[in-house]
């Protein structure tokens, strides 16, 4: 495993915590960090740049509770080896006075276990059971940001991005499904500065690996011909399928869901939930589904349920309540735009570009993510320096964008093709030059 997954703590984990600290209040000052710091780990430091913008005072947000919280984390595919992850970390995080966490796909806590001190401390974070702790609601820490890599990682005291989280060291893991290589969850071990040692990251990739191994070997999993996981939900027969679906909804007006093979179509309101819901995974009030679908004040939670209900028609158990969410894992063609865009990918981000999202739609939060990731897309395309990508660009997203043909002549090589950038350039700034206006004389 990369030393740059794992922390590194030193003989002094206070005067380490301590410099870390001040290079990231440089870094929130606005000075350039980049993973130069004397103590700063690149994966630390592009993690914080993916959270800027999120307020350093706030807790992440609890979204589950109850009833809905033990309905849902009794279905999912992870209930199933929490006994194999009990027994390999729960016990060492009893006996170290740590907690052991295990997160679904979108960094929702499902089982936050360990030391009863312990506990009581995480409580006053929000680190708790129905809480997310994705890196866009809770900022760097252990469990987000290996669910934002993919891959099993440890973050130290002053590494984390928000001030309530430093007393503490996390190391986590991803759990995949077997069959499809996707994220199922994550499982997750923090405490003191003892966590960073490279034991504890060493402990939940094992215990990942164990986790997955056994969901493999489950006798309520099988494999389709298709390469599909199934897993039995509660009370539910052993045919219920659990299989990651994937919402189309760029360049086109109405979204399409793919499941299993299968397409389904949508209308455009039924679209922009779909698109909505897959935007916040951590699920969303009736007031706030319905401040995100309607500019104006006179659609209400009961125009929304309506809505939902209708959709639920199509999609079963798919649309949960209380709060609105997926209950499953869900892709989104414009998702992957916009991680690949925080990751400044701009080539991965521009192939996975097939138009505006729902372009015709009016919904304020399909409007807002829409202008966003085009003016981001474009943006980076620009500021790549690269002459294909930006051809590619201006081919399927802006003929008419005078400022990339004015980036891309430069960068072309003498030739056909730079003249006729050149000429586009003249025709479009020509174009912008205001046309004098002729008075007839008068006899």
């Known amino acids: 495993m990369s030393d740059g997954w794992m922390a590194e703590a030193g003989p002094d984990p206070t005067a380490t915590a301590r ?9 929130l000052a606005g000075e350039e960090v980049g993973g130069v710091g004397p103590r700063v780990r690149p994966v630390v430091a592009q993690s914080w740049q993916r959270c800027v913008g999120l307020d350093p005072a706030e807790h992440a947000p609890v979204t589950l509770t109850g009833t809905d919280l033990e309905s849902y984390r009794a279905a999912h595919p992870l209930a199933q080896v929490m006994e194999l992850l009990r027994e390999l970390v729960g016990g060492v995080a009893e006996d170290g006075k740590h907690l052991m966490a295990v997160c679904d796909a979108t960094g929702r806590l499902l089982w936050v276990e360990g030391h009863r001190w312990a506990r009581g401390r995480a409580e006053r974070m929000n680190f708790v059971e129905g809480a997310v702790w994705d890196e866009a609601s809770a900022g760097t820490n252990a469990p987000g940001t290996a669910l934002a890599l993919d ?12 001030p309530a989280v430093q007393s503490w060291t996390c190391a986590a893991a991803p759990i ?37 191994a056994q969901l493999a070997a489950s006798p309520g999993w099988r494999r389709e011909s298709d390469g599909a996981l199934w897993v039995p939900g509660a ?30 179509r949508f209308n455009r309101r039924h679209s922009e ?14 007031d706030q589904l319905a401040t995100a679908l309607y500019d104006d004040d006179s659609a209400s939670e009961a125009t929304v349920r309506v809505e ?16 609105y969410r997926l209950t499953a894992p869900v892709t989104a063609d414009f998702l992957d735009v916009a991680r690949a865009l925080r990751e400044k990918n701009a080539q991965a981000a521009l192939d996975a570009y097939a138009g505006p999202l729902l372009p015709r739609s009016e919904a304020p939060s399909v409007l807002d993510e829409r202008n966003r990731i085009d003016a981001r897309l474009r943006t980076a395309v620009l500021e790549s320096g690269d002459p294909k990508l930006i ?15 004015e980036r891309l002549v430069p960068l072309l090589p003498p030739g056909a093709r730079r003249a006729e950038a050149a000429g586009h350039v003249r025709r479009l700034a020509g174009d912008r030059v205001p046309r004098p206006v002729r008075h007839r004389m008068q006899r």
């Not at 130290?156 to 928000?162: K, L």
């Not at 399928?241 to 086109?252: D, I, T």
């Not at 939902?308 to 949960?320: E, K, P, Y």
């Open 273 to 286: 939930i779909l698109a909505i819901l897959a935007r916040h995974p951590e699920g969303l009030t009736g």
């Open 235 to 264: 009370g539910e027969p052993a045919s219920q399928p659990y299989a990651a679906a994937r919402l189309l909804a760029l360049g086109r007006d109405q979204a399409v869901l793919v499941q299993r093979g299968r397409e389904t």
């Open 308 to 323: 939902v209900t209708r959709l639920r028609r199509v999609l079963g158990d798919l649309i949960g309540s209380r709060p």
């Open 151 to 162: 891959h099993a990682v440890q973050i130290f005291a002053s590494e984390h991005f928000r």
């Open 19 to 27: 410099a870390i600290a001040g290079v990231k209040e440089a870094f």
């Open 176 to 212: 995949h499904d077997p069959a499809t290589g996707r994220i199922l969850g994550i499982v997750d071990v923090t405490g003191g500065d003892i966590v960073a040692h490279p034991h504890s990251l060493a402990l939940v990739n094992a215990a990942a690996k164990a986790a997955e």
């Open 391 to 405: 051809d590619v660009w201006l081919e399927r997203c802006g003929p008419d964008d005078l400022d990339a043909w």
